[in-house]
């Protein structure tokens, strides 16, 4: 049997007579933990991912959208500062990395080590074995 977890965000908020009151704000669902291979909130807290096995592959499941399955996923995913952008690492065969930013797989790398977003979120940045670069 498998569980739905859902989660909240708890936000406390002074009332006029100074006494704490909560609200609360669903930030989505997710599978039982043991389906869940590894969680990532975005820093601002307003996101949130996960991956889950699909048959033979792997998906991250982005907002409760699942994105499409590979057969390695890297154990990161990176967000813009603002939280608007997204990018992920993933292994297709022996030496074919290839980063996914917003959606779009761009590559192949021999390895991708790192991945992360410009202060302003405009640009992206890969680093890999042999390689410094990328753009968007």
Known sequence: MKFIYLLLLLIW???A???EA??????GTYPADDAVLQKTYSSDGRHL???VQDGDNYRWVIDGKAEPSYPVLKDFV???REGERIGYVILEGYHR???IVDGEKHGPFNAVLDLAFSPDGQRWVAKAEGYEAHKQ
Not at 22 to 27: G, Q, S, Y
């Open 78 to 80: 990176v967000f813009s």
């Open 22 to 27: 909560v609200r609360i704000e669903p930030l």
């Open 13 to 15: 908020l002074p009332t």
């Open 49 to 51: 991912t996960y991956a």
């Open 17 to 19: 007579d100074a006494q």
């Open 97 to 99: 990395a290839y980063c």
